[in-house]
């Protein structure tokens, strides 16, 4: 087993895997986030946060559609993220993705970089200007 794997959930269309990088879990979803899928990344986020990692990097460069379920539960994890110290960073977000979080203004709640690695070397939360 890879040590560096915290789980995964899978689904026909949406895969997701959780690892730890020091103080940050790095959770990314591969396939479509919606209304279908939206639990298979809720769970593994509120996983991370119940267990102390409140710092969650989505690497999103895998990510080929999110609706506004999929944008609620990102939201949703953000709030608890914050209540509890850390935050939400996004990374690599496809254009047809960035779009949809573009159009809703979601992207200005979030700090949005352009790849994991900026996001997990940005230790405090001020806003990217890569976006």
Known sequence: MDRGTVGSAQSGR????VRQEGSSAVVTPAGE????TADLLREPLEDCLSKG????VVD????????STG???LLGARLKAE??????HLA????????????????AVF????????????GHDERDADG
């Open 83 to 88: 209540a509890a110290g850390g935050g939400v």
């Open 53 to 56: 990692l409140s710092r969650l």
């Open 71 to 73: 944008l609620n539960v």
């Open 33 to 36: 986030l919606d209304h279908h």
């Open 60 to 67: 999103c460069a895998r990510l080929e559609f999110c609706d």
């Open 111 to 122: 700090t949005v970089h352009e790849t994991v690695e900026a996001a997990l070397s940005d």
């Open 14 to 17: 949406l895969l997701v895997e």
């Open 92 to 107: 690599g977000m496809l254009p047809v993705v960035a779009r949809v979080f573009e159009i809703t203004g979601a992207d």
